[in-house]
């Protein structure tokens, strides 16, 4: 009895201590996530109290042109942008990797373009990618392209512009690369050398499938921020020309901020939630044939 | 024993923890403290507003006129308060129960919040002030209604016109009499206004533009209402039927389009990629990379404050029409002051909100943004020593019959955005005016009449 009620004791003792961060999370994270799904339900305009509709927006988003315009696009993007950022950010982290001089400042280069904030770097990109004045076409025209691409005024590149610009803040996933390749033990490049593999079969067979779980971590990472696409084009573009570069949370935004349909917007927010889920799902499910964890 | 250098660096440190520490009490307590002296036996009337700049310190005058005169005498003091975003923060803030007492919002935002609920109806209010349509040009009493109620009051006006800039005009003379045009004065119908820009542009043997004698969507702000030159409109208020395929709103945008097509979709846009911001002296019209623009009263002071060398270069004049006809057609636009639902002090509020709505006040806050007068009634000083020579130009515009208001649609963000997006495809010819006027009007008529059941199954509509 007395052990049970010195036990009792240290349980509400540990509440207690964990209570902030359990009231913060109810009332800021698990109550506004119930919410959200109760009001995408509803017809909801924040300023009047939530209309119960049934599944009545998921049925408008289902018959919305628009709708299915910017899942394309972010389809599209993230398509682009993830395998060739993953692979540009893994084959930087095996150039800063080798022994060579000035190690830590190229490491300082490739790292400090992610440090620079969105909207500074959204300007700064808008004026290279200017079709007329800016340093990447007057490089072009310097190069003798007479026709160079119009870029963010062309509803064709101005999609590949953006996948170009997002190879600018590779300095995290590079970071984390970097990390999982200096812990390949040495050991099993000597042996390969010594049984007489190539460059290409030593990354093949020894560091690609040591460092497999940091690359399936940073393919989760990278599925979630590509389908959350905001900032950049709502600065660059503003999802133009011609919803060419129109995003999925830019709608979801536009829906929910401006049109006030803040039930459409929580039914996209859920929508948007499945779709990382399934995604996160099927590459977790995948990653039994080609992730290798060391000791498994 | 520890030596000398480790004893100095140890008391170093020491010292200089020590010398941060007194200094970051020193900044807590003797430092600069946020928020104004405010007085103590006053209301404070919070007003939020969009402006900043030049525009900010207009508005800041008008609200210490009101805070030294009014504002002492009936214990009110208005706190200005600068804000971008101004639409969504006053309807947030209107949400949690914390609204400004004053919103200075765009007049297009009055359909929707009006229609939503979100501001108190201002009518009872003005007629206890005695404000009343008689006051106002019709247009601009019209701006401040939907569905019948007064929902906001104006605080700053303006209307369209065609800034052409005659130096242009003057060095090119010869090539304007070769197309048969008057380089002494401005276009008088769309189709003169094409000569003329086709006269003035200059263009390379590969398609570039260097210089164009008008190019319809630049600025590009007012594409959406286009149509008012060519006879049309996209909205009927009497059956609340969007009528984008109006023949005068077709026109409308196969002219647009027309640019497009004779200069190069691509060409047009790699052209309109090198213009500067509007508030720059690299602005299209002050760069000078175009010869003619649509824009607005306030024009004016942005050219005197950007490129004071171009005062006395540019004339201002009425956007001509399709059909010489059509008269003095121009789109009318307004800031209005309106007070959200659940604010704190409606009737205070109400009583700087005329307090601005006086002429003197008025015409003061006018002169200051370089705009006009939304009053019927003007003093002959007003237009004497107005910043814009040719403001009486303007002020007649506004109060001509053919004086178009934004359309009180409710839905119009998500109008906004289709005509946008669609005025984008058209310009990179995706698209032909049918076809997209067509899509556009059978999409947003069902948004707008979900929207509607949706107002009335909150007993919302009368």
Known sequence: ??????????????????????????????????????????????????????????????????????????????????????????????????????????RTIIFLPSLVPTAAAAMLWLWLFNAKLGLINVALHALGFVNPPGWLT?????????????????????????????????????????????????????????????????????????????????????????????????????????????????????????IVLVLTALAAWSSKRWVHYEGA | MP??????????????????????????????????????????????????GDEEAGMRQIVDDFNSTVGRDKHIFVRYLSTSGIEQKTLVAAAAGAPPDVAGLYNQDLPQFGALDALEPLDEMAARHGIS???????????????????????????????????????????????????????????????????????????????????????????????????????????????????????????????????????????????????????????????????????????????PSMDGQWVAAVFPSFDPKLKDATYCNCDVLAIPRRAKHPEEAFEFIAFVNRQDEMEKLANLHCKISPLAKISPGFLRHHSNPYIRMFDDLAASPNAHPTEPVPILPEVNDELLAFTQQLSLLQVTPEEGLERIQVRLQQKYDEFMEDQRQRHLIR
């Open chain 2, 3 to 52: 030596s000398f250098l480790t004893r100095s660096l140890f008391v170093f440190r020491k010292l200089l923890v020590g010398a941060m520490i007194a200094a970051a009490v020193a900044l807590l307590v003797f430092g600069p403290r946020a928020g104004d002296k405010l007085p103590k036996d006053c209301v404070i009337v919070d007003y939020w507003e969009k402006w900043t």
């Open chain 1, 154 to 274: 062309d509803a064709r590149w101005a999609m590949p512009a953006l996948v170009l610009m997002s190879f600018w803040g590779i300095g995290n996933t590079v970071i984390i690369f970097l990390a999982g390749l200096q812990d390949v033990p040495r050991e099993l490049y000597e042996a390969a050398n010594i049984d007489g593999a190539t460059t290409f079969d030593r990354i093949w067979h020894v560091t690609l499938p040591f460092i497999s779980p940091v690359i399936f971590f940073n393919l989760i990472i990278g599925i979630i921020a590509t389908l959350q696409i905001f900032a950049v084009p709502y600065i660059m573009t503003q999802g133009g020309p011609a919803r060419s570069t129109y995003f999925y949370t830019m709608y979801l935004y536009d829906n929910a901020f401006s049109y006030l349909k803040m039930g459409c917007g929580n039914a996209m927010a859920w929508v948007q939630f499945l």
């Open chain 2, 133 to 307: 349509a008689r006051q106002y040009k019709k247009v601009y009493w019209d701006e401040c209604h939907y569905d019948g109620r007064l929902y906001g009051l104006v605080s700053s006006a303006y209307d369209l016109g065609l800034y052409y800039n005659k130096t242009i005009f003057r060095d090119r003379a010869g090539a304007l009499r070769a197309a048969g045009l008057d380089p002494d004065r401005a276009p008088r119908s769309i189709q003169e206004l094409d000569q003329y820009a086709k006269a003035l542009n200059e263009i390379e043997p590969s398609g570039r533009i260097n210089f164009a004698g008008y190019i319809p969507l630049e600025p590009g702000w007012y594409a959406g209402y286009t149509c008012i030159w060519f006879g049309g409109s996209w909205w009927n208020e009497t059956t609340h039927k969007f009528t984008f395929t109006d023949p005068g709103v077709v026109r409308a945008y196969e002219w647009i389009q027309s640019y497009s097509k004779r200069l190069g979709a691509q060409q047009v846009a790699q052209f309109q990629s090198g213009f500067g911001a509007f508030a720059s002296p690299q602005n299209a019209f002050l760069a000078p990379t175009v010869a003619m623009e649509q824009q607005g009263t306030f024009f004016a002071q942005f050219i005197h404050n950007l490129k």
């Open chain 1, 1 to 106: 009895m007395v052990r049970i009620h010195s036990e009792a004791r240290a349980f509400l003792r540990g509440m207690a201590f964990l209570s902030p961060w359990l009231i913060g999370f109810f009332a800021f994270t698990l109550v506004p996530i119930a919410l959200s799904l109760y009001y995408s339900f509803c017809d909801f305009t924040l300023l009047q109290p939530p209309l119960f509709k049934g599944l009545a927006n998921y049925r408008y988003l289902a018959n919305d042109p628009i709708f299915w315009k910017v899942i394309g696009n972010t389809a599209i993007y993230a398509v682009m942008a993830l395998p060739f950022g993953l692979l540009t950010a893994l084959g930087a982290a095996m150039l800063l990797n080798l022994k060579i001089g000035g190690q830590s400042i190229y």
